[in-house]
């Protein structure tokens, strides 16, 4: 029986970690986490790993940049950021 729980509650483990690689890599930390419990994290993670990066930044329009305060996407044009406020037309960083 104490083997039997090792094991469930490794399965939930590494079902979590996959969720957290699943949204730090842009996709669906819910979804992953379902597939990861119902298949197996194991077979998972490959399929994850195979799959696009969705936050990387090659996926940034070309009329969009990073705030260098907040890090959150803003027009190239705007002045300021409109998530924390900060000066962004001159001191914005490209990527």
């Known amino acids: 029986m104490e083997i039997q729980f090792a094991l469930l509650v490794s399965w939930v483990v590494c079902a979590l970690l996959m969720a957290l690689l699943a949204k730090h890599r842009g996709r669906s930390a819910v979804g992953w986490t379902f597939a ?19 936050n990387s930044e090659e996926n940034i329009p070309a009329n ?23 000066l962004a037309a001159t001191q914005a960083v490209e990527f």
């Open 64 to 86: 969009l940049m990073r705030c260098p305060h907040c890090s959150e996407l803003i027009s190239r044009d705007a002045p300021k950021c409109k998530f924390c406020g900060a």
């Open 36 to 54: 990861s419990l119902v298949f197996s994290p194991l077979a998972a993670l490959p399929l994850l790993l195979m799959m696009k990066n969705m």
